[in-house]
């Protein structure tokens, strides 16, 4: 049994379902949603994986890794979740702690932290989720995790001003949140309690994690604040051209931390 609880306003975010149609229902969601599938498609060490999904949720990404032809293991905390998750064809679903997995040692070929990290405030209890996923990835295996950057909520904040939508972050709390980190879910009523990251935080969390030098890519980079996006997303010819774009600036150092959500890659050592 984990030693581990999920805090109570996150539990409650998540039994609610609002994040269940996050990565379809809107341009910006869309565009994370593809990009995570491109990023993974090109960055998983082969094809027949053994994958876990840590905070898999009701299995977003692990529907269509299983639809790949990967034999995807999904855990969460939240058991209604689980249960949604447990219906989808080719994935074993079950209740667990990114903390403490409910796995064996080198079980997997990769190991996948879509959600955890952002929701774990304390830096001890990260590197302890990133060093669990290390520990049930087989030796040459992929660990990738996925961050919130640190001006994600200022910049949020300045889209749904410029909207004129009276909804999401403060002002005072956005500023606040970008000098230290913690947003809290009493700070705005979009989303729930989650640690925002710099770039190299989340690389010294790896590192202390055993697994250093890990590789780190925007996911919707800059232009996944763009007003205009969902012209951009449901434009084939557009959309096309914003993806190879954003191939070509996934990886530089001065624009990773201007993307929304970040991806932390480290290749487990033999």
């Given at each position: 049994m984990s030693e581990y609880e999920l805090e109570s306003e996150i539990a409650a975010y998540y039994?609610?379902?609002?994040e269940r149609d996050r990565l379809v229902h809107n341009?910006?969601?869309?565009?994370?949603?593809?990009?995570?599938?491109?990023?993974l498609?090109?960055?998983?060490?082969?094809?027949g994986l053994d994958v876990l999904d840590v905070g898999g949720a009701t299995g977003v990404h692990a529907s269509w890794l299983a639809a790949d032809g990967h034999k995807v293991t999904l855990v969460d905390p939240v058991p209604g979740q689980v249960a949604v998750a447990a219906l989808l064809p080719g994935v074993d679903a079950k209740v667990g702690d990114a903390r403490a997995l409910p796995c064996g040692d080198g079980e997997f070929d990769?190991?996948?932290?879509?959600?955890?990290?952002?929701?774990?405030?304390?830096?001890?209890?990260r590197v302890q989720a990133v060093?669990?996923?290390r520990r049930c990835a087989r030796p040459g295996g992929t660990v990738a995790a996925v961050t919130i950057n640190r001006t994600a909520g200022w910049c949020d904040h300045l889209l749904f001003r410029a909207g004129g939508r009276d909804k999401g972050i403060g002002a005072e709390a956005s500023l606040r949140v970008m000098r230290e980190g913690v947003l809290r879910y009493t700070d705005q009523d979009i989303f729930t309690t989650a640690?925002?990251?710099?770039?190299?935080?989340v690389a010294s969390e790896f590192a202390d994690a055993g697994l250093p030098e890990p590789a780190q890519y925007a996911?919707?980079?800059?232009?996944?604040?763009?007003?205009?996006?969902?012209?951009?997303i449901d434009d084939e010819d557009a959309r096309a051209h914003l993806m190879e774009g954003?191939?070509?600036?996934?990886?530089?150092?001065?624009?990773?931390?201007?993307?929304?959500h970040l991806l932390t890659v480290a290749t487990v050592p033999a």
């Open positions: 039994e609610r379902g609002g341009a910006r969601g869309r565009l994370e949603f593809a990009r995570m599938q491109d990023l498609r090109r960055l998983l060490p082969g094809d990769a190991v996948l932290l879509m959600g955890p990290l952002y929701h774990l405030t304390d830096r001890a209890q060093a669990e996923a640690y925002l990251s710099h770039p190299g935080e996911v919707q980079g800059f232009p996944g604040y763009i007003p205009e996006l969902e012209a951009l954003l191939r070509v600036i996934e990886r530089e150092p001065s624009l990773i931390g201007a993307s929304n």
